[in-house]
């Protein structure tokens, strides 16, 4: 079989095991245990019973009766009907499962599998984005592809209802769109040809209605546009002064000015004439300049914890303990109302993950500006509109956009959940597969086996002047060390480079085991009555 089939059928294995995950999480997490679902399906069905778009009023929001509901587990004989809340929401997602919830007769489950089908689109989506970025690495796509997939928390927001995942898929449409156009960009820059305008217009007019749709689907969809008019700023005026010998004159800058505002604007303009089609509504319904109805929420939603009220109630370092470990563990999983969690040697174990990951993209950073990296550096360099320079260009920056929108966020409201930084998968996923796939370098796995048998003899030495030792954490390091030690001598056994592909794919085999256990594990015996 060609490698291109099976890079794709393997492609196609991942999304069908998430699908029978996200199925799976569907099933067996009772009604209205995920975040906020009685208040997206009360957005659904009103709708779909009223045939028009609901509007946000005092007392859709009692946090007395939520927070009776969410402790009660919501018995049956306690109407979810008040909840509604997310009345302010743009209406595209909510538009779209109007008739699921006609054919369904309201079935709350088929709601949740249309998000986890719109999911799987933002997947496969994400799939392609990757094999943009590196073409000629399947490891690293299949990889990233696996991670967004079977990331535990990412599967449990997909398969419940919510407008996450139309904002997602839009969020993966536009980057695979923005990604794709400057690829071929890059490949008529090497040609040393300047590619006529007509070309691209097509491509950012579709760039901007996916923007415009993702303005009509959630404000999370928002960082899209930034992203994609910084990077294409930014990338025009790297082609621009590379064509002309890098030669910095006013009239270079000026063409390269007007190139960018020529390839802007079909962006603006086409997204803005959607999203005026919601702004304009906002502000005839809430009042001033209130165009994406958050003020007005924040009225109505009274009796969230504020940022300034709990520091001033726990202190500075109370609060960047939880910020640090509550956006870590809800970023890989905390489930139901965010109130389930897994046992703790599981997040112990990602934890240890993550630090190898993170040494792996250091360790990554210091190759590149080394001789060993020489080679791909030159290649930077006489082509810096390379599909894997601008990928990691985007990723950077898409990270770096949702993470200050995360802290911005969190400067108003105590709200560290790991799955508002979810638009940013796209970087992540890359991250994660760039970062594991360094640390399985030999001299890179020797190292980092050091640096955890180091972790491992000071976390032993204080657990045993504290008379407390960590018997498990140092069972972890101790396992992955070995994993480590292994694929760095692989190369000195005959044969043995045949199993780092199985090394690689193992935190994903993980992942995918612990999904199919989790319902079984954690969310069934909390949840239900």
């Not at 984005?129 to 997909?158: D, E, N, R, S, Y």
């Not at 360790?363 to 990928?391: F, V, Y």
């Not at 966020?409 to 890359?430: I, M």
Request: hydrophobic share 55%.
């Amino acid at each position: 079989m060609p490698p291109t089939y099976a890079i794709r059928n393997t492609q196609y294995a991942i999304l069908l095991v998430y699908l029978a995950l996200a199925t799976l999480f569907a099933t067996t997490t009772p009604a209205w245990q995920n975040p906020d679902e009685p208040a997206h399906y009360n957005y659904v069905a009103y709708i779909a019973i009223e045939g028009r778009l609901p509007v946000l009023q005092m007392g859709d929001y009692d946090e007395a009766y939520l927070q009776r509901l969410k402790d009660e587990k919501f018995p049956a004989e306690l109407s979810v009907a008040p909840v509604r809340y997310e009345f302010h929401q743009p209406p595209l997602y909510y538009l779209l499962a109007a008739p699921v919830y006609w054919l369904s007769g309201g079935s709350l489950l088929a709601l949740r599998l249309f998000s986890a089908l719109l999911g799987a689109g933002a997947i496969w989506l994400l799939s392609l984005c990757f094999q943009t970025v590196f073409p000629t690495k399947p490891g690293v796509v299949l990889a990233a592809t696996a991670f967004v997939a079977f990331l535990p928390m990412h599967l449990a927001i997909l398969s419940s209802l919510n407008n996450d995942s139309l904002a997602e898929l839009l969020i993966a449409g536009g980057l695979l769109v923005l990604l794709r156009w400057m690829a071929a960009d890059g490949r008529r820059l090497t040609a040393d040809r300047i590619p006529h305008s007509a070309f691209h217009i097509p491509h950012l007019l579709l760039l901007g209605v996916i923007i415009g749709l993702g303005f009509l689907t959630k404000a999370t969809a928002y960082i899209l546009l930034p992203v994609a008019l910084f990077t294409i700023a930014f990338v025009t005026t790297i082609r621009s002064f590379t064509i002309h010998n890098s030669q910095f004159t006013i009239h270079y800058l000026f063409i390269s000015v007007r190139r960018s505002l020529s390839f802007l604007l079909p962006v603006l303009l086409s997204s803005f004439l959607f999203g005026l089609l919601l702004w304009l509504r906002n502000i005839a319904t809430y009042g001033g300049l209130d165009f994406l109805g958050l003020h007005w929420h924040d009225r109505v939603v009274t009796g969230q914890p504020t940022t300034v009220d709990w520091i001033a109630a726990n202190g500075w370092s109370a609060y960047w303990e939880r910020a640090g470990e509550f956006t870590f563990k809800s970023f890989w999983g905390v489930f139901g109302w965010l109130g389930v969690f897994m046992d703790g040697r599981i997040y112990t174990l990602l934890l240890i993950f993550s630090g190898i990951v993170a040494v792996g993209l250091l360790a990554g950073l210091w190759r590149g500006w080394t001789a060993d990296g020489g080679r791909q550096t030159a290649a930077i360099r006489d082509n810096p509109l390379n599909p894997r320079s601008i990928g990691i260009f985007v990723a950077l920056l898409l990270l770096a956009g949702v993470a200050a929108t995360y802290v911005w966020y969190n400067l108003g409201f105590v709200q560290h959940q790991g799955r508002y930084l979810f638009p940013a998968l796209f970087s992540f996923g890359l991250l994660v597969a760039l970062g594991w796939r360094e640390a399985l370098r030999p001299r890179v796995s020797f190292v980092v086996a050091g640096l955890l048998l180091l972790w491992a003899v000071t976390l032993g030495g204080m657990g045993l002047s504290a008379g407390a030792l960590d018997k498990w954490t140092l069972l972890f390091l101790a396992g992955a060390m070995g994993v480590l030690l292994i694929n760095g001598l692989l190369e000195r056994i005959p044969g043995g480079t045949r199993l780092r592909p199985f090394l690689y794919a193992l935190p994903f085999v993980v992942l995918l085991l612990l999904d199919a256990a989790i319902p079984f594990l954690y969310t069934m015996p909390q949840l239900t009555h």
